[in-house]
């Protein structure tokens, strides 16, 4: 079976950073789109940032300059480095992937266009 799993998440407090990363196992999705997506208890699932097969990049609006989605190939591992947390960045992280396509497009607003995903990684950023 093709796995995703990730890792680093934690509690913080405002202003400071966490680095997440999800490694896959089963399959390679270097030439694939990627993306981490959230959800926070009582909200729908929402796009934080998606990655494409060229390395094409989009990001939520409320995460804009704060976050950076970077991959590193020869591991297969796919990292979120997230800076200057707020309180509302709280929430269970998720790593996906859309296994048959390697642009993302509009992907980031759509989580059913993802085909795999990991058990997600709790955020928690304190005031």
């Known amino acids: 079976d093709v796995q995703l799993v990730e890792s680093g998440g934690g509690s913080v407090q405002a202003g400071g950073s966490l680095r997440l990363s999800c490694g896959s196992s089963?399959?390679?999705?270097?030439?694939?789109?990627m993306g981490w997506f959230r959800q926070a208890p009582g909200k729908e699932r929402e796009g934080v940032a998606t990655?494409?097969?060229?390395?094409?990049?989009r990001y939520a609006d409320s995460v804009k300059g704060r976050f950076t989605i970077s991959r590193d190939n020869p591991k297969t591992t796919l990292y979120l480095q997230m800076n200057s947390l707020k309180p509302e960045d709280t929430a269970m992280y998720y790593c996906?992937?859309?296994?048959?396509?390697?642009?993302?497009?509009?992907?980031?607003?759509?989580?059913?266009?993802?085909?795999?995903w990991g058990q997600g990684t709790q955020v928690t950023v304190s005031s």
């Open positions: 990655i494409d097969g060229d390395g094409n990049t």
């Open positions: 089963g399959y390679t999705y270097i030439t694939r789109c």
């Open positions: 996906a992937a859309r296994p048959l396509f390697r642009y993302c497009h509009d992907s980031i607003l759509d989580p059913s266009s993802f085909g795999a």
